[in-house]
């Protein structure tokens, strides 16, 4: 199993895994309750340092899938993302409005993939 | 970064990001409003053309995320999934119902991952 | 077109695509109606039966993605995905409540990305 790295692995699921040179990431937000600029920062800030600390970085990102809870956060969601996404460099991306997010408290969710 | 390819890069998203051989593609409708017989059309016919541009085709498709805002338009939505698909070429696929899509006249996203 | 591997293909969905090592699963409950035990307990013995028929096993996956109905759900899901992930091994995890899936009597869906 070396091939597979597994990073931050719980009983419920990993931070982070890697495999051939492929990154998949899922990031939630750490304050629940918070308004969208707040968890949409905290998502990408979070999901920068593991890119970073895994050998990666914000300008490899392959494709993105964010989950909104409400889409009339979209456009706070897409202001902090744009201003993270270095010019040139964004993933291919879907953008939904779900149902609903696994702590009532969640705006926003994103899964990325990204080469190391 | 020359390693991974971006196709039509805006701020937020890329049309397609290749890397290792495989294409994250995702799409939207052309015509916000419209049936969705005409949406799935378009959303298809898009992506075909993309796979073609890549030098991919609509047989080489890996994997295909439908989200859909009504599943009473699934019907009409597989007959034309199925007949753009060739004999002997589907994908694994996942098919839901989100709560909304990025412009509220929009009734279908597709993503797919596809093999160069 | 070798270089792909399609199981199980029907008109609409492969059950699996194998290409460059990874496979990619869908998987929905035999038992529409049944409850969240019995609903996730079949999906997870088919994703492990099929990962085992190709080559890969339960520890080798690397990003889930599990749609529910109803985020009421989760709890009797994560005690029978936790009981079946070996330890150390759980992947990169999405889990988010959508709207409706394609068939009314199903409560979950998962897609996964693993290593053979």
Request: glycine letters at 8%.
């Amino acid at each position: 199993m070396s091939d597979i790295e597994r990073h931050g692995v719980t009983a419920r699921y990993a931070d982070a895994v890697v495999y051939n040179g492929v990154i998949h990431l899922v990031e939630v937000p750490a304050s629940s309750g918070a308004d969208i600029t707040l968890q949409t920062r905290e998502v990408l800030a979070s999901l920068g340092r593991q890119l970073d600390e895994l050998g990666s970085d914000r300008t490899r990102i392959l494709m993105a899938t964010i989950y909104l809870t409400d889409l009339a956060d979209a456009p706070g969601m897409n202001a902090e993302w744009e201003a993270w996404l270095p010019a040139g460099s964004a993933p291919a991306r879907a953008c939904v409005q779900v149902a609903g997010l696994a702590d009532p408290g969640w705006r926003i969710e994103i899964a990325l993939t990204a080469a190391r």
